[in-house]
């Protein structure tokens, strides 16, 4: 009996071997134990080579985020005034001086190395470093800036550089979809889409002459000087402003339109600086309250309540309480608008002003000047 016991150990043992050594080395020669080796699922076939998803707009971004650029800024150490106030010493002790740095981002427009930015991103810098999509970098020079519109030509001297094609924004409407692209945050080149939520946005205060497209596209600090393009990927403006309690996107964007922008680029690029018509004068909003004032009666327009001595509005006949209704054959509805005519008129050429005044109507044919250029802010 002992003996069988002991041959009955020794085989069940061999076999238990033999299992595990089988079940390690080749588990396949095993039978299966009734649970399936993989879950079944579903997988959708791969996808041609070259076919876009219906409704994506990967060859927009595609066309348009080669010709985007990354800017990075700095601003040297500037003195502190107040350092050498001895009473500011006292209390606060001798401040040290800090470089500054600043991110933005700009569109490539042609070839020879322009790029159209925003003023605020490249105002005051002491050097400017441009970063493309392919990797490349190079130092830029300001070709010329233009305060009242945000607008800033930077050049750079790189070789077989990509160039964003340029829409048409007159034929944008309200639901359009567009693409925002630059450097948001610095963390590198990110493309937002969204639609035109409105145009002709003005009276927001951000620029001198306001024009704006509209957009809930997400555009966030960083975007500056990027673009806004359409669903081909063409530049439809320039990506400059949002509306925002927290510093970030809250779906309410601001772009300058391209035709805005390409205006600025010749005149910086031709002459050195943006030219635009001047007369002279201190707008306001028509009101009941000033209307009264000055005696006049109008249902549109914009009244002058101030006229500079010897300006070209004083030269043509135009007077303090004159409601403009018209300039060069386009009626008038707020300041914004007349700015913006008047800016549009070419320095010198006679344009005829609609007037409405007390005793009547009146045309002034006024030559207008060069608008000054708006004073550099202190650094």
Known sequence: MKRLWL???????????????????????????????????????????????????????????????SINISKNARPNPQNNDPWFRF???????????????????????YILTNNH??????????????SRKARAKVIGTDPDSDLAVLKIDLDRLPVIVLGNASTLQVGDQVLAIGNPFGVGQTVTSGIVSALGRNQLGINTFENFIQTDAAINPGNSGGALVDTNGNLLGINTAIYSRSGGSMGIGFAIPVSTAKMVLEGIVKDGQVTRGWIGVEPNELNAELAQTFGVKADHGVIITGVLQNGPAAQGGMKPGDVV????????????EMLSLVAALKPGQTESFEVQRADGRVTLNIAPGVRPRPRQRVQ
């Open 7 to 69: 041959l009955f150990s020794q085989t069940v043992t061999v076999l238990l071997a033999a299992y595990f050594v089988v079940g390690t080395l080749k588990p396949g020669w095993l039978p299966s134990r009734g649970v399936s080796s993989a879950v079944a699922v579903l997988e959708a076939p791969e996808p041609g080579t070259g076919v876009v998803p219906a409704g994506s707009f990967r060859l927009a971004a595609q066309k348009a985020s080669s010709a985007v650029v």
């Open 91 to 113: 209390f606060f002790g001798e401040q040290q001086d800090q470089a500054q740095m600043g991110l933005g981002s700009g569109v490539i427009v042609s070839a020879d190395g």
């Open 121 to 134: 991103v490249v105002e005051g810098a002491d050097e400017i470093e441009v970063f493309l999509n392919d």
């Open 325 to 336: 209704t018209r300039v060069a054959n386009q009626d008038v509805h707020n300041v914004a």
